[in-house]
């Protein structure tokens, strides 16, 4: 992984170990990962981070960059609470005037996605990625939950 985290702000450091994980070379909406904790046990998540290195960005019939959703929710397909798990935070790269490929005219990119859920503690996370046209993209994402 082109990444590494060394003191985060969320995860090892405040709820202990098996609270961060990483995912290489993703190339559309991550699949729901479980946060599961030292020895296996469930945890359920409040606040959530995701650090994004977005890598490669191939345009195709694009005319704007894909949107990044941090979302949480309490089983595997997202169903729950309803009517798709929990949106907390969204994020659309803008990094030129014209869109452009990564690498190329643009660089790769980072970005962090932060959010909290207030009112109930959910045990899946997962950034979706909405890109438009025919683009294709790659990027690896590193989940801190507390």
Do not use: W
Request: charged fraction near 10%; aromatic fraction near 8%; glycine fraction near 10%.
């Amino acid at each position: 992984m082109a990444q590494a985290i060394t003191a985060p702000l969320i995860g090892d450091f405040m709820s202990g170990p098996g609270c961060v994980i990483p995912l290489a070379d993703q190339t559309g909406t991550t699949v729901g990962q479980q946060i599961i904790g030292t020895g296996g046990r469930n945890i359920l998540a409040i606040r959530v981070q995701a650090q994004v290195f977005f890598k490669t960005f191939v345009v195709g019939t694009a005319t704007v960059y894909p949107i990044f959703s941090l979302e949480l929710a309490s089983n595997v397909g997202f169903t729950t609470p309803a009517p798709a798990g929990r949106r907390v935070d969204s994020f659309q790269p803008l990094l030129t005037e014209a869109i452009a490929a990564i690498p190329g005219t643009n660089a790769p990119h980072s970005f962090l996605l932060n959010g909290f859920v207030p009112d109930t503690a959910l045990n899946f996370v997962r950034v979706k990625v909405l890109a438009a046209g025919t683009s294709t993209l790659v990027y690896d994402v590193i989940f801190a939950v507390a």
